[in-house]
């Protein structure tokens, strides 16, 4: 042989050329082959395995870098190429070196590739099938069986080939198997790998070949020993147990076919019982010892062949493998780190938990732990197959554990648990989180809980769920409400619907665990916690309720209803309803607030129209009492509350509940069908009791959400339901409706009577008599507005019930409160008015007809009615702010004619009616409400005299009638027109029995620090006198009884009781003592006295001018309204600063000297520092300003020019227009009083010029109407007040003193 051409020199030159080409590459050289040369030196035992396997190499070379060349040479003669391939194949029994006969193995692979000949393969396996008959002993034919294998690779086609025309091949095989080379066997094992692998060879094989092989196939792996032989088993095994008949004879094949010491060592450790079980079927055992080796590779694969085992009946396998105790090693193999061994082992167990056998032997129990070990490692891997694998195992361990074996008996494992089903829940993967949430809902089982219950443990989960169930990236609807599809979508059990759907799920056995835990009393408390420690915080059943509760409101009926807009599901919608109908049992105190937020939100509409889309026709049961369990705890709820809206009475709600009970589960129409439904007449040989009760249910229905916003047809057509269901019911002689369905039927057809036509008289007579057929309206009643204009907007139910229904309107009131606290709540400015009150008045603006019906309860009616009647009118007269001719003709001769009735009684001696207190009032709101008099007609005066008279008549101490009647009396003085006053006063005056009732009071009335009833009467008592003072100095009246009054005793008040005492009685008081100073002192009504050191020395020369005021008490007012200056109390500032000018005033006409020695004194200058170091709103308050011109006009000397400056620079940084009415009047008095008086100093010409400029801009601006003041009225509680007797008077005003 030269070089490496395949050429034997020694042989070549007997060969035909023609078996000999040069077989080389352009530029690599010649390479020479020679096919004869070849054969011999393959055939030759005399050549050695060097020169063979250079001229295998040779060979292969050519085949690999020149295909089809030799092909072509040994395709010249078929008899040739047969020969050259048998000479290849008996290299594999006659050469030793393994590196040749891998060559050999190769290029024989090669070539038959090359060729692509099916006589060639046919006869490489005839001529190995005639090797293995011809030899008596299969030593040395592994090479062989490894080529076969490598064959079988090469060609997968042949694998067909030999299950059909080779069976005898197969058999020898077979045979082969019996011998004890391992590595025979596992070659041999290879190829029946491969065979087994293909498709359809299972089918051809003989059956009792496929189970001898079955047999040898235990046997060999019972006893293998090499890793090899354990793998290429395993991979036969895998391959058979594919077929369900091949694992049926691989688990029914006797275990006495292995040999007797590889049954003690695969029986060793095992039960008694188990025994005789483990001899009949010897694969779990021998999976078993592959579960206890070490090696990861053949764990892998002895779980996969259990699942291979257990897929094909789990119910026929289960049982062996769990007697084998298979489950407890699986169980401890779940520590390891693969994913394929722990997705493997996962599916085995998975498989064993259908058979009963796996939780009665207590397997369960025993892997639980190594489960969730497991769990929480694989959670941490990124193979999420794995994590639903175990998700899904310990979702069925939970659910198929039977109910008397506890799996978690302590806090510890429940928890390590549930952090496990709550990471899985966090998942990025939805189908893993899916599968999480499913294990949760299995986890929430009652007899799942430990001892105590772990409920911060189930708040979490449940809250996790619900959280991560709100955060899906749910897909927008793609229709509009109302086009509902009725079957849902088939990948419901996927993506986000699928998650969707498992959170409901196990939200609803949270909700029912809870119910459970709520029932049982031991499960409420924690049984470990001593007796004599108190629990710390809120119960935890409690908590979890409530967390409950608030993942219903804020995350599950946001996720649904988004849910249900997309892709509705009647599953879905099942385990909704249930869940929101677990709510009214776990926590009832708060399901009134809780059922009115769902019936607002439309929940009502939502369950109804998917209830007709899923059940019409009796589809989904399940769904449809769920949801009617829903709607009748939630409208039982809704009704039964006392909620201001709806007056129900508690017999009302048993015969309710039963009505929703037996016609919701008929109720499966659309809504537009139920105006057909509604206007259905029975059938005349039918029982109209089904066909009626589901009306009166819908007339609920539409009651409650009506009620709550929700317009579930519109207001015509229901209007038009309810008048015929009505007259249907009488035209058929039935009974009557129930009170309950008459109200719901009331309530409607007052609601949408706003938009439908007026009824004719037929309906209408229907409709009263039904309504009469009730044995008491109250019953029916319905507090609300439409309820009102509905009854007064017919005559004839109007006579029938129109007082009835306004007492009970007005006698309905959540929470009765005092009357002072009731009237001074509702008078005070700011406040919203009362919406009962408010819709009352609206009925007086349609129907002033009913202010007499109101009258006469006032009149009539017991205190609180009669209150609630005159809170009505008060309401309405201020709301007309000026009572209307029309208005006033209705009212006054009616109030004048109780008057007259309650002046006769009393003349009779019967005493004061009741009713008095609420009349006097009303007289007062009318007062208060009543434009400026322009004249006072008889009717004035006669009531003037009847109140004059019955408050002579009154008990000094009758503190709620005197107070009406004085504040009365006080402000029609003020009211009167001009011409009218002196008629006023002198009729006031003329009766001696007010003015001693004005004495008494004086004198009985005390000061306190709050406004009072005998507090209020003293305050209006010194305005009521001043007034009079007033206008008798102003007229010159008559006056034939006077009142004494002790100067000394007001100072005194004024000067050490001002911090004890209300400041509106304070400011009455200076308002008394500023009328008596403008009559300096001497007026007919008044006997003004010093006190009783007035007589006691001789008097000097000033005080005998200021008598019998004296100047010691001069100047102790004088400090005392410097001090109330400083108050900042609005009224109070406005009446002192006016007390104080009446009091210059009157020292300056008395003695110039006094008046210029009190203005002088050092503490003036120290309030003016303060009053304009305070503030530019404190420095331009009218009552400053007012203060500052009367110390200009008495040229006191005190007011300096920069405080003139600081005052003009005020003003010029708020700017003119920003000043209101009474601040710009008070300064065109400064600067009238600046330009025109004589000042020392006097102000600088700078400030002379700025404060002329700024009289000019105040010429300029629009004069307010200031005038309008003397007639306005405020009630501060039960007092009214005249504002021109508080506000700042000005020179030239009415009431100030030049």
């Not at 352009?26 to 050695?48: K, R």
């Not at 404190?1178 to 000397?1197: E, K, Q, V």
Request: hydrophobic share 40%; aromatic share 6%.
């Amino acid at each position: 042989m030269n070089g490496v051409d395949v050429v034997y020199e020694k042989f070549h030159f007997r060969h035909d050329p023609k078996w000999c080409e040069d077989m080389g590459q352009p530029g690599n050289g010649e390479l020479i082959i020679c096919v004869a040369c070849v054969i011999e030196m393959m055939e030759s035992d005399s050549i050695a395995s060097v020169r063979k396997s250079v001229a295998l190499s040779g060979i292969s070379r050519v085949l690999k870098d020149k295909p089809g060349a030799l092909k072509e040479l040994l395709l010249q003669d078929q008899r040739v190429c047969l020969h050259f391939t048998a000479s290849l194949l008996r290299m594999l029994h006659t050469v030793v070196d393994p590196a040749t006969l891998e060559q050999a193995m190769q290029v024989l692979v090669q070539l038959l590739l090359e060729l692509q000949s099916e006589q060639s393969v046919q006869f490489i396996l005839n001529e190995i099938h005639i090797l293995l008959c011809d030899q008596s002993s299969v030593k040395g034919f592994l090479p062989t069986f490894t080529f076969l294998g490598k064959l079988l690779d090469a060609f997968p086609s042949l694998t067909q080939c030999l299950s059909s025309n080779h069976v005898g091949l197969l058999e020898q095989l077979c045979s082969v198997l019996l011998y004890p080379d391992e590595g025979l066997k596992a070659s041999v094992f290879y190829v029946w790998q491969r065979l087994w692998g293909a498709a359809g060879v299972a089918q051809s094989l003989p059956t009792p070949l496929r189970d001898w092989l079955c047999t040898l196939l235990l046997q060999t792996l019972a006893n293998a020993c090499s890793p090899l032989l354990t793998v290429n088993c395993l991979g036969v095994l895998k391959e058979l147990l594919k077929l369900s008949e091949v694992v049926s004879v691989l688990m029914n094949r006797p275990c006495d076919l292995l040999p007797s010491d590889a049954d003690q060592s695969l029986e060793n450790d095992q039960e008694p019982q188990s025994t005789s079980q483990a001899q009949r079927c010897p694969l779990p055992l021998i999976l078993k010892k592959l579960l206890l080796s070490g090696d990861e590779t053949l764990q892998v694969a002895s779980a996969q062949c259990i699942a291979a085992v257990l897929v094909h009946s789990p119910s026929q396998y289960c049982t062996p493998f769990i007697q084998a105790d298979v489950p407890e090693f699986l169980f401890e193999r779940l520590s390891c780190g693969s994913e394929v061994l722990l997705w493997s082992i996962y599916s085995c167990l998975l498989l064993l938990t259908e058979e009963p056998q796996f939780f009665s032997k207590y397997h369960s129990v025993y892997g639980i732990e190594s489960l969730v070990r497991s769990l929480k490692e694989a959670l941490r891997l990124t193979n999420q197959e794995v994590q639903r694998q175990g998700l899904l195992l310990l979702t069925e361990v939970l659910e198929r554990q039977p109910v008397g074996v506890h799996l978690f008996p302590s806090g510890p494992g429940f928890v390590a648990v549930a952090e496990v089903v709550l990471a899985g829940v966090s998942s990025p993967c939805l189908k893993v989180a899916t599968q999480a949430a499913h294990a949760a809902a299995a986890l929430l089982r009652a007899d799942h809980q430990s001892n105590p219950v772990q409920y911060e443990e189930l708040e979490k989960l449940v809250e996790a769920i619900m959280r991560r169930c709100s955060e899906l990236p749910l897909p927008a609807s793609s229709r509009r409400r109302g086009s509902l599809k009725g079957p849902e979508p088939s990948s419901q059990d996927s993506g986000a619907g699928g998650f969707v759907l498992q959170a409901l799920v196990c939200f609803l056995a949270a909700c029912r665990l809870a119910e459970h835990c709520s029932s049982e009393p031991g499960l409420k408390e924690n049984v470990f916690t001593a007796p004599s420690r108190p629990s710390q915080g809120p119960d935890p059943l409690e908590s979890m309720c409530l967390c409950l509760l608030r993942c219903c409101d804020t995350l599950c009926i946001p996720t649904v209803t988004r849910q249900c807009e997309c892709s509705p599901s009647a599953q879905m919608l099942q385990h909704f309803f249930s869940s929101l109908s677990c709510q009214f049992s776990l926590l009832p105190s708060f399901m009134p607030s809780f059922a009115v937020k769902l019936a607002s939100s439309g929940v009502f509409r939502f369950a109804l129209e998917h209830k007709a889309v899923f059940c019409t026709g009796n589809r989904n049961p399940s769904l449809n009492a769920a949801c009617c369990g829903f709607l009748q705890r939630l409208s039982v709820c809704l009704l039964s509350q006392s909620a201001p809206a709806v007056c129900i009475h508690p017999q009302d709600c048993a015969e309710m509940e039963a009505l929703l009970q037996s016609g919701l589960p008929s109720v499966r129409c659309r809504l537009c069908d139920w105006p057909a439904l509604l206007c259905e007449a029975p059938a005349p040989h039918c029982d109209p009791a089904t066909p009626r009760a589901t009306q009166y249910c819908l007339l609920t229905l539409l009651h409650l959400t009506l009620q709550y916003g929700d317009r579930l047809l519109p207001d015509s057509t229901v209007f038009s339901c309810v008048v015929t269901l009505l007259c249907s019911v009488q035209e058929q002689g039935e009974s009557p409706p129930p009170p309950s369905v008459l109200r719901s039927a009331f309530y409607l057809l007052s609601v949408t009577q706003g938009k439908s036509p007026s009824l004719d008289r037929a309906p209408l007579q229907y409709i009263t008599k039904a309504l009469c057929s009730s044995p008491s309206f109250s019953s029916l009643y319905t507090h609300h507005p439409p309820l009102l204009h509905f009854i007064f907007h017919y005559p004839e139910l109007a006579n029938h019930f129109g007082p009835q229904v306004l007492e009970l309107w007005l006698s309905h009131r959540p929470e009765a409160t005092p009357q002072s606290d009731t009237h001074s709540k509702k008078i005070e400015q700011g406040q919203e008015a009362d919406p009962d009150v408010t819709h009352l008045q609206a009925l007086l603006e349609k129907n002033p007809s009913v202010i007499l019906t109101l009258l006469g309860m006032v009149c009539t009616r017991e205190a609180p009615l009669a209150e609630r009647a005159l809170e009505v009118l008060e309401g309405f007269l201020h709301s007309r702010r000026g009572c209307e001719a029309n208005l006033e003709a209705l009212l006054r001769p009616t109030l004048l004619q109780v008057l007259q009735q309650v002046n006769l009684e009393s003349s009779q001696g019967t005493g004061v009616g009741g009713s008095l207190p609420v009349v006097l009032r009303l007289l007062c709101l009318m007062q208060t409400s009543s434009s400026p008099e322009n004249h006072m007609d008889g009717i004035h005066f006669k009531l003037l005299y009847q109140v004059s008279n019955l408050a002579a008549k009154l008990k000094a101490s009758d503190t709620e009638c005197l107070l009406p009647a004085f504040s009365y009396l006080y402000c029609s003085l003020h009211l009167a027109p001009q011409h009218c006053t002196h008629t006023a006063v002198s009729m006031l005056l003329c009766n001696t029995g007010l003015m001693d009732q004005l004495q008494a009071t004086l004198h009985l009335a005390s000061p306190s620090p709050s406004l009072s009833g005998p507090s209020a009467l003293l305050c209006c008592s010194h305005l009521l006198l001043s007034s009079l003072i007033t206008l008798q100095h102003a007229h010159a009246a008559q006056v034939h009884r006077s009142i004494s009054l002790d100067v000394d005793s007001v100072v005194h008040a004024l000067f050490f009781r001002k911090k004890t005492t209300d400041s509106l009685l304070l400011a009455s008081s200076l308002r008394l003592l500023q009328a008596v100073l403008d009559v300096d002192l001497e007026s007919p009504v008044l006997c003004v006295g010093g006190g009783p050191s007035a007589g006691k020395r001789p008097l000097g020369e000033t005080d005998s001018s200021l008598y019998p005021l004296g100047s010691h008490r001069a100047h102790c007012l004088i400090t005392a309204l410097y001090g109330l200056l400083l108050q900042k109390q609005e009224l109070l500032l406005n009446v002192t600063v006016n007390c104080l000018g009446s009091l210059l005033g009157f020292l300056q006409r008395r003695s110039q000297s006094t008046a210029q020695h009190v203005v002088c004194q050092p503490w003036t200058r120290f309030l003016l520092d303060t009053l304009l170091n305070s503030g530019d709103s404190c420095m331009l308050h009218p009552a400053t300003l007012s203060l500052l011109t009367l110390l200009f006009r008495y040229d006191s000397g005190v007011l300096r020019d920069p405080d003139l400056s600081q005052v003009l620079d005020a003003v010029e940084r708020r700017g003119l227009k920003e000043l209101g009415a009474n601040t710009a009047q008070a300064l065109r008095q400064l600067f009238t009083q600046l330009q025109c008086g004589v000042i020392c100093p006097p102000p600088t010409e700078n400030n002379r010029l700025r404060a002329k400029t700024l009289m000019k801009s105040l010429s300029s601006l629009p004069l307010t109407s200031i005038d309008n003041l003397p007639t306005s009225i405020m009630r501060v509680g039960e007092l009214s007040v005249c504002l021109s007797d508080f506000t700042v008077k000005t020179p030239g005003h009415p009431g100030s003193q030049s």
